[in-house]
């Protein structure tokens, strides 16, 4: 069982963290909480997975439980309403999938299979209704979460995040031809490539739905509240590739922060996993400092008008959930069956994964 099963208010004990993934910080000035729903996030989640066809149903049966996708997000959205939620977790797990099946694509040599993938997303995200029937039931998932996703905001928070993932979706099409072709990126390359792969503004962006309110440019584009949001999310992107180096290099990745240290910084594998441990902690410090000033900036936007009071209210809300993608991240990593390489058969391939020449109908 995983922590959550043990506690969800307090420092979990259920789980071994190695010493040189440990964050004592983490463990004890970022308490975890979870969203009430979690348990039926968690089996509507399976559910969706297999009505979708986006995971084998033995798959789905023996890993997707001990995966955590859903409880991943309980963790960060709280206070969203329900049906936000599982729009999210159901977005999320279908996350997962795509990158699954992204590597296996590049793994098995299919880039015709994988351009096919990369141009219909683009259109389904532009156009999602035509796409919940489409013969690929990634492509048919992916609709079906903008479908949910599009319908809580606005169509100008719709039209940001599509732009968002627009991007997101090149910058996977970049990381298929650095890895097929060998190139491991530089360090400011792949940071810049890595806020895109990570999707770290689609992650921020669902923070407003589940907040209730789509923020104005003026707010989300504060400096205030910009630095709090890229922060929790390079330090989910970064204690990623801290956690993920094993799992990277078996599979003969180019994309990690350490793999970029190495070959183009000359450092060696020790050196590269404590510098990537030092920005790591570097990003934990520089966030408490930015939460603070977050957090005055969304008390100031309150002048006593209705909205200004919605608005204050909706920006620290966003700002806790920031804060909550620590702890959630955290122990996601040292939870899910996704980073467990040491019990694979393979150590390259994922055994929750489709390994058969998915997309190539």
């Not at 709280?78 to 999210?88: C, D, K, R, S």
Request: with cysteine.
């Amino acid at each position: 069982m995983h922590a959550f099963s043990h506690s969800t208010t307090s420092t979990p004990t259920a789980v071994a963290v190695p010493p040189s993934l440990s964050l004592p910080v983490i463990e004890t000035a970022f308490p975890r909480q979870l969203h009430p729903y979690w348990p039926r996030l968690q089996e509507k989640t399976r559910t969706w997975l297999l009505e979708k066809r986006l995971m084998p149903a033995n798959k789905v049966e023996e890993y997707a439980d001990g995966l955590c996708y859903t409880d991943l997000m309980a963790g960060y959205y709280i206070g969203a309403p329900e049906e936000v939620l599982q729009a999210i977790a159901d977005y999320s797990a279908w996350f997962f999938v795509w990158d699954d099946r992204h590597d296996r694509d590049i793994v098995h040599g299919r880039p015709a299979a994988w351009r096919r993938l990369r141009f219909r997303l683009h259109t389904a995200l532009d156009s999602p209704e035509d796409h919940l029937h489409h013969e690929d039931p990634l492509v048919a998932g992916f609709a079906d979460s903008m479908v949910r996703l599009y319908s809580f905001l606005p169509e100008t928070w719709n039209a940001r995040f599509a732009r968002h993932f627009h991007r997101v979706i090149e910058a996977y099409d970049r990381e298929f031809h650095n890895r097929t072709e060998g190139v491991v990126p530089t360090v400011e390359e792949y940071l810049a490539l890595r806020r895109l792969t990570f999707a770290h503004w689609i992650w921020t962006d669902l923070l407003e739905p589940s907040a209730g309110l789509e923020l104005p440019d003026a707010v989300r584009k504060h400096p205030a509240y910009r630095r709090a949001a890229l922060l929790s999310q390079e330090f989910a992107a970064w204690y990623n590739d801290l956690c993920s180096l094993p799992k990277e290099i078996a599979g003969d990745e180019v994309h990690n922060l350490g793999i970029s240290l190495i070959k183009h910084e000359g450092m060696t594998l020790e050196a590269a996993i404590g510098e990537v441990r030092r920005r790591v902690e570097e990003c934990i410090s520089d966030f408490l400092v930015a939460e603070n000033k977050a957090l005055r900036f969304a008390d100031d936007l309150d002048e006593g008008t209705v909205q200004g009071k919605e608005l204050s209210a909706a920006v620290r809300a966003c700002v806790c959930n920031m804060r909550n993608w620590f702890s959630t991240v955290y122990w996601f990593h040292h939870e899910s069956g996704r980073y467990m390489v040491d019990s694979w058969d393979d150590r390259s391939t994922p055994p929750y994964v489709n390994n058969e020449a998915a997309g190539e109908k």
